[in-house]
Protein backbone atom coordinates (compact mmCIF):
# COMPACT_ATOMS: atom_id res chain seq x y z
CA UNK A 1 0.00 0.00 0.00
CA UNK A 2 1.38 3.48 -0.75
CA UNK A 3 2.80 5.83 1.66
CA UNK A 4 0.82 8.82 1.44
CA UNK A 5 2.88 12.06 1.90
CA UNK A 6 1.33 15.29 2.47
CA UNK A 7 1.90 18.79 0.53
CA UNK A 8 2.94 17.69 -2.88
CA UNK A 9 5.83 15.29 -1.30
CA UNK A 10 4.68 12.15 -3.04
CA UNK A 11 4.10 8.91 -2.28
CA UNK A 12 6.03 6.08 -1.84
CA UNK A 13 4.62 2.00 -2.77
CA UNK A 14 6.13 -0.90 -3.73
CA UNK A 15 5.18 -2.82 -7.09
CA UNK A 16 5.74 -6.25 -8.71
CA UNK A 17 6.70 -6.36 -12.48
CA UNK A 18 7.24 -9.58 -14.16
CA UNK A 19 8.03 -11.45 -10.44
CA UNK A 20 10.51 -8.87 -9.43
CA UNK A 21 10.06 -6.44 -6.51
CA UNK A 22 10.31 -2.59 -7.40
CA UNK A 23 10.26 0.39 -5.00
CA UNK A 24 8.11 3.21 -6.87
CA UNK A 25 7.49 6.59 -5.66
CA UNK A 26 4.63 8.91 -7.26
CA UNK A 27 4.71 12.70 -7.42
CA UNK A 28 2.72 15.60 -9.06
CA UNK A 29 5.08 18.39 -10.28
CA UNK A 30 3.67 21.63 -10.95
CA UNK A 31 2.09 22.16 -14.34
CA UNK A 32 1.71 18.80 -14.88
CA UNK A 33 -1.36 16.91 -15.40
CA UNK A 34 -0.72 13.43 -14.62
CA UNK A 35 1.88 11.84 -11.81
CA UNK A 36 4.86 11.43 -12.71
CA UNK A 37 6.31 7.58 -11.38
CA UNK A 38 9.81 6.69 -10.70
CA UNK A 39 10.55 2.76 -9.73
CA UNK A 40 14.20 1.27 -8.78
CA UNK A 41 15.63 -1.88 -7.34
CA UNK A 42 16.60 -0.16 -4.08
CA UNK A 43 15.09 3.02 -2.69
CA UNK A 44 18.10 5.03 -3.44
CA UNK A 45 17.76 3.82 -6.84
CA UNK A 46 14.51 5.62 -7.16
CA UNK A 47 15.89 8.69 -5.08
CA UNK A 48 18.64 9.44 -7.61
CA UNK A 49 16.41 8.97 -10.09
CA UNK A 50 14.05 11.80 -8.83
CA UNK A 51 16.83 14.31 -7.76
CA UNK A 52 18.18 13.87 -11.46
CA UNK A 53 14.70 14.44 -12.91
CA UNK A 54 14.18 17.56 -11.04
CA UNK A 55 17.23 18.95 -11.31
CA UNK A 56 16.58 18.94 -14.96
CA UNK A 57 13.42 20.89 -14.43
CA UNK A 58 13.84 24.32 -15.65
CA UNK A 59 11.15 27.71 -15.08
CA UNK A 60 10.36 29.20 -18.69
CA UNK A 61 13.11 31.67 -19.52
CA UNK A 62 13.05 34.81 -22.04
CA UNK A 63 14.60 32.88 -24.87
CA UNK A 64 12.07 29.42 -24.42
CA UNK A 65 8.69 31.83 -24.66
CA UNK A 66 9.98 33.73 -27.97
CA UNK A 67 10.29 30.69 -29.96
CA UNK A 68 7.68 30.38 -32.42
CA UNK A 69 4.75 27.54 -32.20
CA UNK A 70 6.60 26.44 -35.58
CA UNK A 71 9.92 26.41 -34.49
CA UNK A 72 8.66 24.18 -31.59
CA UNK A 73 6.67 22.03 -33.57
CA UNK A 74 9.88 21.32 -36.08
CA UNK A 75 12.17 20.70 -33.34
CA UNK A 76 10.11 18.41 -31.68
CA UNK A 77 9.68 16.30 -35.27
CA UNK A 78 12.80 16.81 -35.95
CA UNK A 79 14.79 15.88 -32.93
CA UNK A 80 12.23 14.34 -30.10
CA UNK A 81 10.05 12.02 -32.59
CA UNK A 82 12.50 11.35 -35.56
CA UNK A 83 14.04 8.48 -33.66
CA UNK A 84 10.91 6.32 -32.91
CA UNK A 85 9.38 7.38 -36.67
CA UNK A 86 9.10 5.16 -39.72
CA UNK A 87 10.47 7.46 -42.93
CA UNK A 88 6.57 8.01 -43.82
CA UNK A 89 5.34 8.79 -40.68
CA UNK A 90 8.02 11.70 -40.55
CA UNK A 91 6.96 12.65 -44.06
CA UNK A 92 3.66 12.67 -42.83
CA UNK A 93 4.89 15.22 -40.38
CA UNK A 94 6.43 17.19 -42.36
CA UNK A 95 3.78 17.40 -44.48
CA UNK A 96 1.88 19.16 -41.58
CA UNK A 97 3.99 21.26 -40.64
CA UNK A 98 4.14 22.64 -44.34
CA UNK A 99 0.72 22.58 -45.63
CA UNK A 100 -1.48 23.20 -42.07
CA UNK A 101 0.96 25.14 -39.90
CA UNK A 102 3.70 26.37 -42.07
CA UNK A 103 1.83 28.04 -45.25
CA UNK A 104 -1.98 28.74 -43.69
CA UNK A 105 -2.90 31.40 -45.54
CA UNK A 106 -5.91 31.84 -43.64
CA UNK A 107 -3.85 32.06 -39.70
CA UNK A 108 -0.44 32.48 -39.36
CA UNK A 109 0.08 29.77 -36.08
CA UNK A 110 3.83 29.54 -37.14
CA UNK A 111 4.84 32.92 -36.03
CA UNK A 112 3.01 33.19 -33.05
CA UNK A 113 5.90 33.20 -30.14
CA UNK A 114 4.92 31.04 -27.36
CA UNK A 115 4.41 33.40 -24.87
CA UNK A 116 2.01 34.85 -27.07
CA UNK A 117 0.09 31.42 -27.32
CA UNK A 118 -3.23 31.66 -26.11
CA UNK A 119 -6.28 29.57 -25.96
CA UNK A 120 -8.21 32.21 -27.36
CA UNK A 121 -5.43 32.46 -30.40
CA UNK A 122 -5.52 28.34 -30.36
CA UNK A 123 -9.25 28.54 -31.28
CA UNK A 124 -9.16 30.99 -34.11
CA UNK A 125 -6.18 28.74 -35.60
CA UNK A 126 -9.29 25.45 -35.06
CA UNK A 127 -11.68 28.43 -36.99
CA UNK A 128 -9.11 28.58 -39.58
CA UNK A 129 -8.43 24.92 -40.34
CA UNK A 130 -12.34 24.72 -40.76
CA UNK A 131 -12.27 27.67 -43.33
CA UNK A 132 -9.60 26.12 -45.29
CA UNK A 133 -11.85 23.20 -45.72
CA UNK A 134 -10.03 20.91 -43.67
CA UNK A 135 -12.05 17.85 -42.13
CA UNK A 136 -12.67 17.03 -38.59
CA UNK A 137 -10.18 14.47 -38.81
CA UNK A 138 -7.63 16.39 -40.02
CA UNK A 139 -7.63 18.90 -37.84
CA UNK A 140 -7.39 16.56 -35.09
CA UNK A 141 -4.23 15.35 -36.15
CA UNK A 142 -2.86 18.71 -36.79
CA UNK A 143 -3.88 20.36 -33.41
CA UNK A 144 -2.58 16.65 -31.93
CA UNK A 145 0.63 17.32 -33.21
CA UNK A 146 0.90 21.09 -31.64
CA UNK A 147 -0.16 19.71 -28.58
CA UNK A 148 2.15 17.03 -28.02
CA UNK A 149 5.11 19.77 -29.06
CA UNK A 150 3.80 21.98 -26.33
CA UNK A 151 2.95 19.06 -23.85
CA UNK A 152 6.78 18.29 -24.56
CA UNK A 153 8.03 21.68 -23.91
CA UNK A 154 6.01 21.82 -20.33
CA UNK A 155 7.50 18.01 -19.56
CA UNK A 156 10.63 19.55 -20.23
CA UNK A 157 10.30 23.07 -17.85
CA UNK A 158 10.60 25.64 -20.69
CA UNK A 159 6.57 26.05 -21.07
CA UNK A 160 4.68 26.76 -17.86
CA UNK A 161 1.35 25.36 -19.24
CA UNK A 162 0.10 23.76 -22.50
CA UNK A 163 -2.77 26.60 -23.94
CA UNK A 164 -4.24 23.54 -26.06
CA UNK A 165 -5.59 21.80 -22.90
CA UNK A 166 -8.85 22.32 -22.55
CA UNK A 167 -9.53 23.66 -26.19
CA UNK A 168 -12.05 21.91 -27.97
CA UNK A 169 -12.12 20.28 -31.82
CA UNK A 170 -14.23 19.37 -34.20
CA UNK A 171 -16.50 16.99 -33.89
CA UNK A 172 -15.82 14.33 -35.97
CA UNK A 173 -19.19 13.33 -37.14
CA UNK A 174 -19.73 9.83 -38.59
CA UNK A 175 -19.66 9.82 -42.61
CA UNK A 176 -22.37 7.27 -44.39
CA UNK A 177 -20.52 4.80 -46.12
CA UNK A 178 -21.52 3.84 -50.18
CA UNK A 179 -20.50 0.83 -50.98
CA UNK A 180 -20.79 -0.48 -54.90
CA UNK A 181 -23.77 -2.84 -55.67
CA UNK A 182 -22.51 -6.36 -57.22
CA UNK A 183 -23.87 -5.00 -61.15
CA UNK A 184 -21.67 -2.00 -60.64
CA UNK A 185 -18.65 -3.73 -59.07
CA UNK A 186 -19.43 -5.45 -62.85
CA UNK A 187 -19.72 -2.75 -64.86
CA UNK A 188 -16.30 -1.27 -63.08
CA UNK A 189 -14.75 -4.08 -64.41
CA UNK A 190 -16.20 -4.40 -67.92
CA UNK A 191 -14.67 -0.59 -68.24
CA UNK A 192 -11.75 -1.02 -66.85
CA UNK A 193 -10.98 -3.81 -69.36
CA UNK A 194 -12.33 -1.54 -72.18
CA UNK A 195 -10.27 -1.87 -75.39
CA UNK A 196 -9.49 1.11 -77.90
CA UNK A 197 -11.58 0.52 -80.73
CA UNK A 198 -13.18 2.61 -83.94
CA UNK A 199 -16.70 4.27 -82.84
CA UNK A 200 -15.17 4.01 -78.57
CA UNK A 201 -12.17 6.32 -78.47
CA UNK A 202 -11.24 6.77 -74.76
CA UNK A 203 -7.36 7.22 -74.95
CA UNK A 204 -6.29 8.88 -78.12
CA UNK A 205 -3.02 8.35 -76.46
CA UNK A 206 -2.73 4.46 -77.25
CA UNK A 207 -2.99 2.60 -80.15
CA UNK A 208 -6.66 0.81 -81.59
CA UNK A 209 -6.72 -2.99 -79.47
CA UNK A 210 -4.73 -1.95 -76.48
CA UNK A 211 -6.18 -1.36 -73.30
CA UNK A 212 -8.15 2.02 -72.87
CA UNK A 213 -6.19 2.72 -69.07
CA UNK A 214 -3.38 0.55 -69.48
CA UNK A 215 -1.79 -0.91 -66.40
CA UNK A 216 -3.58 1.17 -64.34
CA UNK A 217 -6.69 0.22 -65.46
CA UNK A 218 -5.98 -3.63 -65.12
CA UNK A 219 -4.61 -3.29 -61.71
CA UNK A 220 -7.77 -1.61 -60.34
CA UNK A 221 -9.92 -4.01 -61.93
CA UNK A 222 -7.85 -6.90 -60.19
CA UNK A 223 -8.45 -5.28 -56.51
CA UNK A 224 -11.64 -4.58 -57.25
CA UNK A 225 -11.85 -8.65 -57.42
CA UNK A 226 -9.98 -9.31 -54.90
CA UNK A 227 -9.88 -6.83 -51.94
CA UNK A 228 -6.19 -5.86 -51.69
CA UNK A 229 -5.00 -2.90 -50.35
CA UNK A 230 -3.29 -0.32 -53.04
CA UNK A 231 -0.14 -0.82 -51.19
CA UNK A 232 -0.59 -4.65 -51.17
CA UNK A 233 -1.05 -4.34 -55.25
CA UNK A 234 1.43 -2.25 -56.49
CA UNK A 235 3.86 -4.16 -54.43
CA UNK A 236 2.37 -7.59 -56.17
CA UNK A 237 5.41 -9.42 -57.84
CA UNK A 238 4.68 -12.74 -59.95
CA UNK A 239 7.06 -14.35 -57.42
CA UNK A 240 4.11 -14.42 -55.06
CA UNK A 241 1.25 -15.57 -57.86
CA UNK A 242 0.33 -19.45 -57.67
CA UNK A 243 -2.45 -19.66 -60.97
CA UNK A 244 -2.18 -23.32 -60.82
CA UNK A 245 -3.52 -23.00 -57.15
CA UNK A 246 -5.76 -20.12 -57.85
CA UNK A 247 -3.80 -17.79 -55.04
CA UNK A 248 -1.93 -15.56 -54.62
CA UNK A 249 0.41 -14.56 -51.52
CA UNK A 250 0.16 -11.00 -49.94
CA UNK A 251 3.59 -10.51 -48.08
CA UNK A 252 4.38 -7.20 -49.55
CA UNK A 253 3.66 -3.00 -49.19
CA UNK A 254 4.20 -0.48 -51.04
CA UNK A 255 5.02 3.32 -49.21
CA UNK A 256 6.93 6.19 -51.18
CA UNK A 257 8.25 8.88 -48.93
CA UNK A 258 10.01 12.36 -50.24
CA UNK A 259 13.73 12.30 -49.63
CA UNK A 260 14.46 15.25 -47.37
CA UNK A 261 17.78 15.89 -45.81
CA UNK A 262 19.12 15.89 -42.22
CA UNK A 263 17.03 19.13 -41.45
CA UNK A 264 13.90 18.02 -42.89
CA UNK A 265 14.13 19.75 -46.12
CA UNK A 266 12.96 18.36 -49.32
CA UNK A 267 15.53 16.77 -51.99
CA UNK A 268 14.97 17.70 -55.29
CA UNK A 269 16.43 16.78 -58.65
CA UNK A 270 18.06 19.01 -61.93
CA UNK A 271 14.47 19.43 -63.12
CA UNK A 272 13.13 21.04 -59.42
CA UNK A 273 11.07 17.63 -58.50
CA UNK A 274 11.39 15.99 -55.14
CA UNK A 275 13.44 12.87 -55.07
CA UNK A 276 11.09 10.22 -53.61
CA UNK A 277 12.59 7.00 -52.17
CA UNK A 278 10.26 3.72 -52.50
CA UNK A 279 10.11 1.35 -49.44
CA UNK A 280 8.77 -2.20 -49.76
CA UNK A 281 8.17 -3.99 -46.20
CA UNK A 282 6.16 -6.30 -44.74
CA UNK A 283 2.62 -5.56 -43.64
CA UNK A 284 1.95 -4.00 -40.20
CA UNK A 285 0.51 -7.15 -38.75
CA UNK A 286 0.64 -10.64 -39.21
CA UNK A 287 -2.99 -10.78 -40.44
CA UNK A 288 -1.42 -8.82 -43.45
CA UNK A 289 0.34 -11.82 -44.62
CA UNK A 290 -2.31 -14.24 -46.28
CA UNK A 291 -2.76 -16.45 -49.00
CA UNK A 292 -6.24 -14.83 -51.40
CA UNK A 293 -8.22 -17.07 -53.24
CA UNK A 294 -8.57 -15.76 -57.18
CA UNK A 295 -12.18 -15.80 -58.69
CA UNK A 296 -12.14 -16.56 -62.13
CA UNK A 297 -12.11 -12.39 -63.17
CA UNK A 298 -9.21 -12.22 -61.29
CA UNK A 299 -7.78 -14.86 -63.21
CA UNK A 300 -8.25 -13.04 -66.46
CA UNK A 301 -6.77 -10.04 -65.10
CA UNK A 302 -3.69 -12.04 -64.32
CA UNK A 303 -3.58 -13.33 -68.03
CA UNK A 304 -3.80 -10.56 -69.36
CA UNK A 305 -0.85 -8.80 -67.56
CA UNK A 306 1.12 -12.09 -67.84
CA UNK A 307 1.65 -11.11 -71.78
CA UNK A 308 4.44 -7.86 -70.48
CA UNK A 309 7.68 -8.92 -71.17
CA UNK A 310 10.45 -8.36 -68.31
CA UNK A 311 8.39 -6.56 -66.03
CA UNK A 312 10.63 -4.06 -63.52
CA UNK A 313 11.02 -5.91 -60.40
CA UNK A 314 9.14 -8.95 -61.73
CA UNK A 315 5.80 -6.44 -61.02
CA UNK A 316 2.33 -7.81 -62.05
CA UNK A 317 1.50 -4.45 -62.86
CA UNK A 318 3.87 -1.31 -63.30
CA UNK A 319 3.73 2.06 -65.28
CA UNK A 320 4.86 1.87 -68.44
CA UNK A 321 5.39 5.48 -68.46
CA UNK A 322 8.47 5.23 -65.85
CA UNK A 323 9.20 1.86 -66.17
CA UNK A 324 8.56 1.27 -62.14
CA UNK A 325 5.89 1.20 -59.55
CA UNK A 326 2.38 2.24 -60.64
CA UNK A 327 1.43 5.86 -58.99
CA UNK A 328 -1.25 6.19 -56.22
CA UNK A 329 -2.16 9.50 -57.11
CA UNK A 330 -2.21 7.96 -61.40
CA UNK A 331 -4.38 4.62 -59.84
CA UNK A 332 -6.76 7.74 -58.10
CA UNK A 333 -7.03 9.79 -61.22
CA UNK A 334 -7.97 6.53 -63.45
CA UNK A 335 -10.18 5.17 -61.39
CA UNK A 336 -12.29 8.34 -61.36
CA UNK A 337 -12.36 8.43 -64.66
CA UNK A 338 -13.61 4.58 -65.25
CA UNK A 339 -16.55 5.81 -62.57
CA UNK A 340 -17.54 8.27 -64.48
CA UNK A 341 -17.60 6.62 -67.84
CA UNK A 342 -19.58 3.51 -65.94
CA UNK A 343 -22.09 5.62 -64.60
CA UNK A 344 -21.79 4.50 -61.24
CA UNK A 345 -20.44 6.53 -57.91
CA UNK A 346 -17.13 7.92 -57.88
CA UNK A 347 -14.78 5.68 -55.14
CA UNK A 348 -11.32 5.88 -54.71
CA UNK A 349 -8.87 2.79 -55.42
CA UNK A 350 -9.59 1.78 -51.62
CA UNK A 351 -13.13 2.29 -52.29
CA UNK A 352 -12.84 -0.98 -54.63
CA UNK A 353 -11.75 -2.79 -51.72
CA UNK A 354 -14.15 -2.45 -49.69
CA UNK A 355 -16.76 -2.53 -52.33
CA UNK A 356 -15.33 -6.53 -52.78
CA UNK A 357 -16.26 -6.90 -49.04
CA UNK A 358 -19.57 -5.58 -49.26
CA UNK A 359 -20.25 -7.64 -51.67
CA UNK A 360 -19.46 -10.83 -50.85
CA UNK A 361 -20.97 -10.20 -47.93
CA UNK A 362 -24.00 -9.26 -49.22
CA UNK A 363 -24.86 -11.65 -51.28
CA UNK A 364 -23.34 -14.39 -50.00
CA UNK A 365 -23.85 -13.41 -46.38
CA UNK A 366 -19.95 -14.31 -45.87
CA UNK A 367 -18.90 -14.61 -42.41
CA UNK A 368 -17.33 -11.27 -40.72
CA UNK A 369 -14.65 -13.82 -39.70
CA UNK A 370 -13.69 -15.22 -43.12
CA UNK A 371 -14.18 -11.43 -45.04
CA UNK A 372 -11.96 -10.54 -42.20
CA UNK A 373 -8.42 -12.90 -43.28
CA UNK A 374 -9.60 -12.54 -46.88
CA UNK A 375 -9.18 -8.94 -46.56
CA UNK A 376 -6.13 -8.92 -43.81
CA UNK A 377 -7.95 -7.46 -41.11
CA UNK A 378 -5.48 -8.19 -37.45
CA UNK A 379 -9.07 -8.05 -35.79
CA UNK A 380 -12.41 -9.14 -37.05
CA UNK A 381 -13.87 -6.00 -34.95
CA UNK A 382 -12.55 -3.83 -37.49
CA UNK A 383 -14.58 -5.97 -40.18
CA UNK A 384 -18.03 -5.80 -38.13
CA UNK A 385 -17.25 -1.98 -37.35
CA UNK A 386 -16.42 -1.21 -41.11
CA UNK A 387 -19.86 -3.35 -42.48
CA UNK A 388 -22.13 -2.80 -39.88
CA UNK A 389 -24.71 -0.93 -42.17
CA UNK A 390 -24.22 -4.17 -44.30
CA UNK A 391 -24.65 -7.27 -41.33
CA UNK A 392 -27.26 -5.01 -39.79
CA UNK A 393 -29.23 -5.49 -43.42
CA UNK A 394 -28.62 -8.79 -43.24
CA UNK A 395 -29.50 -9.61 -39.83
CA UNK A 396 -33.10 -7.72 -40.46
CA UNK A 397 -33.34 -10.27 -43.40
CA UNK A 398 -33.01 -13.26 -41.92
CA UNK A 399 -35.64 -13.08 -39.87
CA UNK A 400 -37.77 -13.00 -43.09
CA UNK A 401 -37.87 -16.68 -43.09
CA UNK A 402 -40.94 -16.99 -40.67
CA UNK A 403 -42.47 -14.58 -43.02
CA UNK A 404 -45.48 -16.25 -44.80
CA UNK A 405 -48.78 -14.62 -46.74
CA UNK A 406 -50.99 -15.16 -43.95
CA UNK A 407 -48.60 -12.75 -41.52
CA UNK A 408 -50.22 -9.34 -42.40
CA UNK A 409 -53.78 -10.79 -42.31
Known amino acids: MAKKRSNGEGSWFKRTINGTQYYAFKKKYENNEKFKTFYGKTQQEVKDKVAEYEKGRKKPTTDSVSTTVGELVENYVRVVRKPKLTPRGYDSYETIIKSQIRDLKEYDIYNVTLQNLTKDKCREYIAALQEHGYAAKTIKKVVGLIKAALQNAVSEGSLSSNPLNGVELPRIEKTQKTFLTMEEVDRFYNMALHIEKPGERFNHAIPEGDYSYGSNGLALAFIAMTGLR ?180
Open 230 to 409: VSEMIALTWDNVDLENRLIHINWNFSEVNRRDDNGELIRNENGLVVKDVIIKNPKTDAGIRPVPLNQKAIAVLKKLKNEKNPPHNLVAFSKKTGSYLQKDALRLTCKRICGRAGIPEVSPHGLRHAFGAVIIHEKHVDAQVVSKLLGHSDVSTTYQYYSDVYADILAQSVDVFNDDNSNK
